[in-house]
């Protein structure tokens, strides 16, 4: 019963804290921004020629919490991860939701059923579920930001057409368009702005997001920077073989979409159920965790779940 108490009083503590962070956050002036940039750079290898009072500066200006969590590797990459998907959350304050709903899901399952291996299987589900989440969420902006790629390309050929300098385009792409494609550009823009070259700043592009397209984009600007030649055209023409792009590979959407539905039932079924057959039925499967055949067979069952569920998604992943 003790122990109990102490979980159910450190989940509190966490998620009181997280949220104390949250508002906190809400409240940061636009510099925090700047900084968090700065961070990222600092910690990027590709930025070693930064100058060494101005990278002890940013580690200066980094919290002390932050600083802790950088130096392991998984929980390093988180910002660049936040970055990437789009969310505007510090990384400690991330962790420590993440690390909060373990906690509280351990003290719930442990109150409501007693059981240390059940409650512990439990909350490291929860510990691991965010990061397939946040990643689900970076495929999920790069895949908006690809449909709206066209768009932004036709704009900009459009506004070179008209007479308009390339960084004014950029700047009317930022202002036109949604997020994410909006804000892409808008940073492009400003960091164009502050002295750095087109090409320079398209390449920063491409590091905030992963799309196939938009090296595509960087590429012929490059080129196009090099020989020159009329590049609202190439434009014009990039945008339409993107659109063609996106129609064959919505067609191969709809072609594997039983595919796609048989895997993920697949591996989500036996979950499911086995959580399902312990919380309604205590003890039946009391074999399979207790005695060290049935955990053979428990573990063999799911290195071949998660086997088999890479192997339909590799069927079905076909790369246009």
Same mark, same amino acid.
């Given at each position: 019963? *003790? +122990? =109990? #108490? ?7 503590? &966490? ?5 104390? /962070?949250? $508002? ?81 899901? *351990? +003290? =719930? #399952? ?7 291996? &059940? ?5 490291? /589900?929860? $510990? ?83 799309? =196939? ?17 009329? $590049? ?89």
């Amino acid at each position: 019963m *003790f +122990a =109990v #108490v102490i979980l159910t009083f450190v989940a509190a503590f &966490l998620t009181s804290l997280s949220l104390f /962070l949250g $508002l906190t956050a809400a409240k940061d002036s636009p510099s925090s921004e700047l900084k968090r940039r700065l961070r990222l750079m600092e910690r990027d290898k590709t930025w070693n020629n930064l100058p060494s009072d101005l990278r002890m500066e940013i580690v200066r200006e980094t919290p002390p919490l932050e600083r802790l969590m950088a130096r392991i590797p998984l929980l390093g990459k988180t910002e660049a991860l936040l970055d990437k998907s789009g969310l505007k959350i510090k990384p400690a304050m991330f962790q420590l939701l993440v690390l909060a709903s373990s906690t509280t899901a *351990f +003290a =719930v #399952v442990f109150i409501m059923r007693r059981d240390m291996l &059940l409650s512990a299987m439990i909350a490291i /589900l929860f $510990l691991i579920l965010p990061y397939p989440v946040l990643i689900s969420m970076i495929h999920h902006r790069r895949d908006r930001f690809t449909e709206q790629l066209p768009d932004a390309l036709t704009m900009l050929a459009r506004s070179l057409r008209a007479g308009h300098a390339f960084s004014a385009s950029l700047e009317l792409v930022g202002k036109e368009l949604p997020n994410p494609a909006g804000e892409l550009f808008k940073i492009a823009f400003e960091q164009q702005r502050l002295g750095l070259p087109a090409t320079e700043t398209l390449i920063n592009m491409t590091e905030r997001i992963e799309s =196939v397209d938009l090296r595509f984009f960087v590429l012929a600007i490059s080129i196009n920077a090099d020989i020159g030649g009329n $590049l609202a055209e190439i434009l014009d023409k990039l945008a339409q073989t993107i659109r063609e792009r996106l129609k064959i590979r919505r067609q191969v959407k709809v072609y594997t979409a039983q595919g796609r539905m048989s895997g993920y039932l697949l591996a989500i079924l036996p979950v499911v159920t086995f959580i399902a057959l312990e919380m309604l039925m205590p003890g039946y499967e009391d074999v399979l965790i207790k005695e060290k055949t049935g955990q053979y067979l428990l573990m063999g069952a799911i290195v071949w779940q998660i086997l088999g569920f890479l192997f339909i998604r590799k069927i079905i992943n076909i790369r246009i």
